[in-house]
């Protein structure tokens, strides 16, 4: 799309260059900027242009272009904003998203850019002084929303209050905060960030702030002081309305394409694949709630404005509200959100051409007898302490072996283990627990595996870390608590036995007698392993060192690309597979026959090592336990998802309802499996469960990290107030392994303990909360999407949840069989969920979808599950977990 220099509004001159926000606003039908002090103060009158750049880890930059509409903004200057944006596009090379935005109606994506909110007034903005009201207006506002905040002024009545938001009453000398008894404990967290900001900014922090509870009205002057001042109190009706609209979910999907003279052709509805999308052509996606405008890269600019046009004028015919969201995308620069309404949409990696090339000529130097500065190798920067003690079991089925110090450093590819690591940190011993799968372990052995990890985790004191690794996907940080490590193929566990013998292949378990090839990798002495793999020429390397290994037939080849460090690796391993051996070093190209033979031939092998993907920054993400969404923000009544891509973290807030730490890596498994963000997730990523208040160095490194809210008592409101109010945050550590502890029976209305209080927000685009920490990274627009990814991970109720989508109740502390009265709640959740046998099964070739698939054999009928499995659902509950699974596995229902 071409745009002419000498048509740039002069008020555009240098936008986009740094990081940050910059706004404009239509004043006298011209644009002007507006100072940074101000970009916060909105006037319903005026129509502002919003540009957000960051740069992601790539440094290549990314904008995000608003146009926001006052309620009271004539049509002119709303003409003006729109046309203009389009204007900043194609400065900016047409490589934006646009998103219209309306008073009250924003997305979560513009209200993240201005913390705590933003507080539309009565009028026009002015460029010029403006001269301050003498005398101070009261005012009512409603607050909605658990992670982002909506703002609303209503008129100052108590007809304006219901049990469903939360208000906010600004008088001269005090603020008063009106919960509604319906009112989530996060919603209230956020108001009360709204409470302080009026009070910083509108009363220079001198005024006293009282909170009000919903139906109290006696013994408290607070609350007498708060009525008086409509007129007495009244009760408030039951079904009162609440401010805001509510939004339903999207019914159905239609595709438009939008011709040159603006009109609306249907195309297609749900069924859309991408290649309905043409270069030279602009369309409309109609989600309901949101609609998109999808313009090719081949379309000109009046091709985009008509779009623009016929989208509105489509809008208003159709009678939509205001809420409606309008996102304009240009091909290429799709959101998630837009691409998970077309079916299979290609994921296309981008290569890093520089990083790509670089390695290349680096490589062909080397080959030819330069002297070449190492490439960077991957992150491997200390973010634990090495110190640390080391403890690793063997799985076998039920058993679980202790390994000798001396042979720990030594695993089975065809077996699992669980690893401890407890090293010091901030003054207390932290444990960090790995179950790792060799990726020729049974399916059986992995689920013992978890079994046995979560039983040592709720053994241990503290809340240690829990992760899943399998062979292959190892984190950095598991190489360097081992330090040296060596993977032989094959296993000693009956289970890998059982399975070589029932699919009838040769047992590979390493023997010293037999013929064997090791590749060795590492970074430094305190970061080697040496890995078995395939006896096979190709299984070479040209940037690597290898052990071949045949008897008493040594030999060690030395690739044309490797290190003077892989070499000193190569010894070093040399010696701790076997001290005894004698080595015959070969540089590659002078190999003897013997060598070839022994690996059965030479054949064609790879010279350069696998260009890595390139990792971007990570996303944040919280599940939403009312809906199974996965949204971007959290606090400590929620669970956090941070996905970098290569691995990721689960983090769960003291106050959330997640029951047990198998249960989140569940979730981080799902979040893999269902790839959000189209990224290509490996479904083998390392998944950590973390706890607040036990975060490792290697998680807040994304973060700057503020430790000292880490270990704050009380849920979100609770802190909140607290330091509103001037006094000292209880950090007195929480009692941990006790998960219903922090149920929701123990947070204020538990009907709703959905998210919210210590921020964490991303450095550019603040949306994501956790201890007053700001996550590392630009933000990446698919992760702050106007409407939320709405990607259930189990749409229907779970036998973990009641009919209203809330957990069933925790059993009570004093019952004497605990899993009895889990039992009972289980039954009790699914009554009315009901399926056979063989639509349960993990196999099923009609198998039953929005079920909790942790939970598959409580959907049977007690009929059916006492003939599959021999007991009632009571005996079986009272089981060991271990038994559980073991029979569930059996019967393919895990």
Known sequence: MSFLIKDVDPAFQGAGAKAGLEMWCVENLQLVSVPKPLHSKFYSGSVYIILSTTFLKSSVPQHDIHYWLGNEANEVDSTIASDKALELDAVLGSCTVQYREVQGQETQKFLSYFKPCIIPMEGKYSSQPVTNCETYPASLLTCKGDHVVRVKEVPFSRSSLNHNDVFILDTASKIFLFSGC???????????????????????????????????????????????????????????????????DTSSVKLFWINTQGKLCPVGTNSLNKEMLEKDKCYMLDCD????????????????????????????????????????????LESAVFRSFFDGWPQIVE???????????????????????????????????????????????????LIPVTKQRKLYSGDCYIVQYTYPENGRD??????????????????????????????????????????DKEPVQFFLIFQTLVVFKGGMSSSY??????????????????????????????????????????????????????????????GNLSSTTDHDLLDRMLEL????????????????????????????????????????????????????????????????????????????????????????????????????????????????VVTEGHEP???TRFFTWDPSKANMHGNSFERKLATIKGKAPNVEAPVRNSWKAYSRENTPNGSRSNVNSNRLQRSASPASIISNSDLKSSSDRNSFSSTPIARKLFPASSPCE???????????????????????????????????????????????????VTKREAYLSEAEFEEKFGMTKRAFYALPKWKQNKFKFSLNLF
């Not at 509870?213 to 109190?233: I, P, T």
């Not at 399975?499 to 060795?520: N, P």
């Not at 392993?529 to 080849?557: E, M, P, R």
């Not at 009895?820 to 959740?829: L, M, R, T």
């Open 430 to 471: 932290e444990n960090l627990f790995y179950s790792w799968f060799g990726r020729g372990s049974a399916m059986e052995e992995r689920v013992s595996a978890i079994t046995h990890m979560s039983a040592l985790v709720d053994s241990t004191r503290g809340d240690p870390v829990m992760a899943q690794v399998i062979e």
């Open 577 to 688: 597979i076997n001290p005894d051996w004698q080595s015959i070093s070969v540089r590659e190209g002078s190999e003897p026959d013997i060598f070839w033979s022994m690996l059965g031939g030479k054949v064609e092998y790879p010279r350069e090592k696998e260009i890595t993907k390139c990792i971007e920054d990570p996303h944040l993400f919280t599940c939403s336990w009312t809906t199974s969404d996965f949204k971007d923000d959290l606090t400590t009544e929620d669970v956090l998802v941070l996905d970098c891509q290569s691995e990721i973290y689960v983090w769960i807030g003291h106050n959330s309802t997640v029951k047990s730490k198998e249960q989140a890596l569940h979730l981080g498994l799902k979040f893999l499996e269902i790839d959000i963000l189209v990224e290509g997730l490996s479904l083998d990523a390392p998944v950590y």
């Open 351 to 401: 290569t890093r051409l520089y990083d790509e090339g670089r390695e290349k000529v680096a490589a062909i130097f080397k080959q030819q007898g330069y002297d070449v500065k190492e490439l960077p190798e991957e992150d491997c920067q200390l973010y634990i302490n090495c110190r640390g003690t080391l403890k690793v079991w063997h799985v076998n089925g039920d058993e679980l072996s």
């Open 497 to 558: 036995k059982r399975l070589i013998a029932e699919r009838g292949i040769e047992d590979e378990t390493y023997d010293e007698k037999k013929t064997a090839l090791f590749r060795i990798q590492g970074t430094s002495p305190n970061n080697m392993q040496a890995i078995q793999v395939d006896l096979v020429s190709s299984s070479l390397n040209s940037s690597y060192c290898y052990i071949l290994q045949s008897g008493t037939s040594i030999f060690t080849w030395i």
């Open 802 to 852: 009641s009919g209203t989508g809330s957990p069933a109740a925790e059993p009570s502390p004093s019952s004497e069989n605990a899993n009895s009265s889990w039992a009972d709640g289980v039954e009790a959740g699914v009554n009315a969920l009901t399926f056979s046998y063989q639509e349960l099964r993990v196999d099923s070739h009609t198998p039953v979808k929005g079920i909790d």
């Open 697 to 699: 160095p290697f998680f």
């Open 289 to 332: 709630a949101e609609v998109f405008i999808w313009v090719g890269r081949n379309t000109s600019v009046s091709e985009r404005k008509t779009s623009i046009s016929a989208s509105e004028d489509f809008l208003r015919d159709q009678g939509r509200s205001n809420g409606t969201h309008l996102t304009f995308l240009t091909e290429g």
């Open 182 to 248: 319906n009112s989530s404990v996060q919603e209230r967290a956020k108001a009360l960030e709204v409470v302080k900001y009026i009070k910083d900014n509108k009363h220079s922090g001198k005024c006293e702030v009282a909170t009000i509870e919903d139906g109290k009205f006696v013994g408290d002057s607070d609350v007498g002081e708060f009525w008086s001042l409509f007129g007495g109190y009244a009760p408030i009706p039951r079904d009162s309305p609440s401010a805001f609209e509510q939004h339903p």
